[in-house]
Structures are given as C-alpha cells and as structure tokens.
C-alpha cells in the first residue's frame, strides 16, 4: 500500500537472524531449541528491590565478612552497569538511587555461538578478517553470552584509600535469569557529600564500582544521575530519531545493520547540547532495542556528541521467547516505562521526541493524554513523507493539545514552547541543595 519504504528497525532482524542461522548449522539449532521451552520471565520488570545500604565505615573485619558473603566476579565474567536516574527521596532528606547492572560470561569459544556467528557471516557473503566481519562479532556477541543468574554482587563507593571514613557497601539481590540486576539504594544528604567528595563527583552525578576480588585489578563502574525534583526532561526515540534506521530487502537490511557502523540522524545532537545547556535538560532515551545492544549505542551516542542520558531498553534473552518480545507492540512496552519516568519526577515538565517510522506519535499522544500537565511538547521526526494531517494523527493526538504536537524534518525547526523558554526551570544546583 505504502508508496514508500518504511525503515525497519534491524534488531527486529534478530530472531530472523538466528533462525536463518539454525538452518545452516545444526549446532545453532541445537542452541536455539535448548531452553525454548523456558517459561517466559521478564525479569528486568520487577519491582527493584530497596535496600537502605550498609553502617557507614564498617570496621574492616565487618566489610571482609560481608564481602566474603558475596558471590565473587570471576575472571571471566564482566558486568556492565546502566546509567540511572535518581531522584529525591520522598522526605526530601535525601536520594533513592537505582541500580541497574548485568553480568555475564562473553563466552567467545563455545562451538554454537561461533557457528551462528559463522553461518551469519557466510549469509551476508562477508570474509573472515574483513572490517566488517568484526562488526558483526561485535553486535552479535552481546546477544551471545552466558548470562549469570543467581549472582550477588556488592557495590561500593567513595572508598579510595584517602577517605575510608565516606566508605560505604550495598549488597545487591540477586541476579536474574537474564543476568540483571536491580536495587534502589537509599543515601541521606549528608552522607552523599562524604561520599561525592571522595569520588570527585559533581553534585549531579554519583559514580560507584562493583567490588571485584582481591587481586581483580578491573574496574566495572557504573553511575547514576541526581536529577532535582524541578526542571525540563527530555524523553527520546534512538532509532529513526537519533540514529538513522537502513531500509531496503531483508539482505540489504541485514548487511546494513551488522556490518556498517551506526550512522546519525544530521544536527540531532546539537540540538540536544542545546537544550542540556539552555535549559539545563536531563535525557532519557527509550527505545525498543534489546540490552544487548546499550554498549554499542551508548557508546556510539556519547562519541557523536550527544549529553549524558539514562536508558531504558529491553530485557531479551535469546534462549526463550523473550526473543520475540522484539516484536511486541511498543504501544505495549513503551507506554509503560515512560509511564514510570513521568512518575518518577512529577514536578518535572516533558519534551517527547521521536519518528513517524513506527508508533510514537501513538505512543506519545497516550502519554500526552494521561499526563496533560507534564508533557510540553512532542516532536516526531518525519521519516514516512506525511503530511501531519492524516487520520493517524487525528486519532494518535485525539483529545491532545495540539498546538503541542508536530512533524519534523529539520532539527532546527523545532521551536520550544514558549512555556519552557521564557520562565527557565529553576536553578539545578539550587534544587540540589538539601
Ligand atoms: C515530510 O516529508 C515529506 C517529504 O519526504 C514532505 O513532502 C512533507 O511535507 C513532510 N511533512 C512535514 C510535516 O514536514
């Protein structure tokens, strides 16, 4: 029906990829089969766990034995902690502080990762040594690991050498089926600025480590952003929005999106430096991308210049029909989870920016609709060659504002509403004071 082509986003190629990939190799297939009878649990979707953290500077015999308790990382797992968002604490004496993490073994020789890497790599006609044979690896491989369930890890911080006394340990639950893992630490006032001084962070920001053991000399840290009650958010789309989707036949698209680096949507990140300093935005992006794949954007995102954001993403595991969760509606997924960001800073006033190409004008005029107050604005950039006056948007934007509401082709078109221009949100640090 479309005259045009509709981009796809290439992680919804995944399950594609590994089946195409079965069919060439017993051994794939074998991998495949073997936990898809697994009940489906979306593990990263509990409820995180609170934990009110350890005595300050417990004496060293009490943080050896609590450190012994512990599961260990060994040396041939790696943890990677996203960043979150924090956020006072409700009686305002303090931050609740996410912590959100995954362990796993990268497992590089087990013969049936290998053979879906290979059988993938002949698919796409791609030679052993070539450049792009390494991106494939790369992308693949994080959807490739043994990911470590039942794991407790214990985080730390503010523990360099010079300040023992800010020293403080938070064991963690237990990690999930998936590898995931999730608390909401609790720090009073006081402590986070023993703490912030000896970790050289700035007040917005709190950085801490996984405690490895004795011996380990890796560093897995991870960070978390102290976002004041007050103040503008933007909440984003990576694929189509930020970063430029491939279009064109299941081969080309497979090609295009294991093979090429990521390539970015022109004058995006300017415009949200902009914002960051102006307006002194923080960023969430939620997207429908697979954990998996955060390194490889995170990473990509911050080189281009983007600012510091949190990321909310989802839980797949490839080893039962989470897999296919990849093709969930986002009117299903997305919903949710922006539902608990705008939750979670009431106070805060919302930009929502995405892309016509699949469902956030959808998505977002929901949003829009239950949280009339929040939401300031809503930008979609145009990847589907429309108009704006389409039934879709009557019925993605009924009962919305929607003077609010717009189509973009050029990031700078867009205008902010005069609402967050004219009276700028109240001074960060300000906010930030207990
Ligand atoms: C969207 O892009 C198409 C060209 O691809 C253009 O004709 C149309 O006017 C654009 N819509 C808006 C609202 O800018």
Redesign the pocket.
């Known amino acids: 029906m479309k005259s045009h082509q509709t981009p796809t986003r290439w992680w919804r190629l995944m399950p594609l990829a590994l089946l195409l990939a079965s069919h060439q190799s017993s051994f794939a297939s074998a991998l495949i089969s073997r936990g898809s009878s697994t009940r489906t649990v979306d593990a990263t979707a509990a409820t995180p766990t609170k934990i009110a953290g350890s005595p300050p500077s417990a004496s060293n015999n009490d943080k050896k034995k609590r450190k012994s308790r512990r599961a260990r990382i060994k040396h041939d797992e790696k943890v990677v902690f996203f960043p979150t968002a924090a956020r006072r604490s409700e009686d305002g004496k303090g931050w609740d502080i996410p912590i959100h993490g995954w362990i796993y073994e990268p497992e590089t020789r087990d013969p049936a990762r290998r053979a879906i890497v290979a059988s993938l790599r002949k698919y796409l006609g791609l030679k052993r040594e070539e450049e792009e044979t390494k991106i494939l690896k790369r992308r693949l491989g994080t959807f490739l690991v043994n990911n470590e369930r039942r794991k407790e890890l214990a985080v730390q911080m503010g523990c360099s050498v010079a300040s023992g006394e800010s020293c403080r340990v938070f064991p963690l639950p237990q990690s999930k089926k998936n590898g995931h893992f999730q608390a909401m630490l609790q720090i009073d006032d006081q402590e986070l600025a023993a703490i912030q001084e000896a970790t050289c962070d700035e007040k917005n920001t709190l950085h801490f480590q996984a405690i490895v053991e004795d011996g380990d000399d890796r560093v897995f840290e991870g960070m978390s952003h102290l976002i004041p009650n007050e103040g503008v958010s933007v909440i984003s789309d990576i694929d189509d929005t930020v970063k430029i989707t491939g279009v064109g036949n299941k081969k080309a698209l497979l090609r295009s999106t294991f093979m090429e680096e990521f390539k970015q949507v022109p004058g995006m990140a300017e415009l949200y430096q902009e914002w960051a300093e102006d307006l002194d935005c923080k960023f969430h992006f939620v997207s429908s991308s697979p954990w998996q794949l955060w390194e490889e954007l995170a990473g990509f995102l911050s080189d281009i210049g983007f600012p510091h954001a949190t990321y909310h993403l989802k839980p797949i595991r490839l080893k039962d029909r989470t897999l296919f969760d990849l093709w969930k509606c986002p009117l299903e997924t997305k919903i949710e989870v922006i539902e608990s960001i705008l939750d979670s800073f009431p106070q805060r006033k919302f930009i929502l920016v995405g892309d016509t190409g699949e469902k956030d004008p959808e998505v977002y005029g929901e949003i829009a609709r239950r949280y009339p107050n929040q939401i300031q604005g809503l930008y979609v950039r ?1 990847v589907t ?4 006056k389409e039934e879709r948007y009557d019925e993605a934007w009924v009962g919305v504002n929607r003077e609010i509401c717009h ?1 973009f ?1 050029e990031p700078q078109d867009i205008q902010l509403p005069a609402s967050l221009t004219t009276s700028p949100p109240t001074n960060a640090k300000e906010a930030l004071k207990p």
């Open positions: 145009n060659g429309e108009t704006g189509l082709t």
